[in-house]
């Protein structure tokens, strides 16, 4: 089963947008969520991450205070509040779902990747 992220655009330096993704069904049922972003020449790197009852949230250092991930897991959606972006920002963004309950936050320990959505911010 697959996410399903939206949301991306173009923004300007300062800007902010709302990612959304979409898992359906009860695959996603009790599993941690979390967003990553992966830019040009540079390895996919965990943003954001909540659990099921959404009461633990980690956040990257690099989006702290920017940065805030929510879900509505009666709809099957998490999202990823982004303001006052930066160029730093520009990436692909994915949100994908932990497959052994680590806690872990390298992408090889999450599952069912979507397409992800393109964030620009522009200067």
């Known amino acids: 089963v697959q996410l399903v992220e939206s949301g991306g655009g173009l923004v300007q330096v300062g800007g902010s947008l709302r990612l959304a993704c979409a898992g359906s069904?009860?695959?996603?049922?009790?599993?941690?969520m979390a967003w990553f972003r992966q830019a040009p020449g540079k390895e996919r790197e965990s943003v954001a991450a909540i659990s099921w009852g959404g009461t633990r949230r980690n956040y990257a250092d690099s989006v702290k205070g920017r940065f805030t991930i929510s879900r509505d897991v009666v709809n099957g959606m998490w999202y990823l509040q982004m303001n006052s972006l930066g160029p730093e920002d520009t990436a692909v963004y994915y949100c994908a779902g932990d497959l052994y309950g680590s806690g872990s936050e390298a992408p090889s320990e999450y599952g069912s990747w979507g397409q992800g959505t393109q964030v620009t911010v522009s200067s």
């Open positions: 069904g009860s695959a996603f049922s009790g599993r941690r």
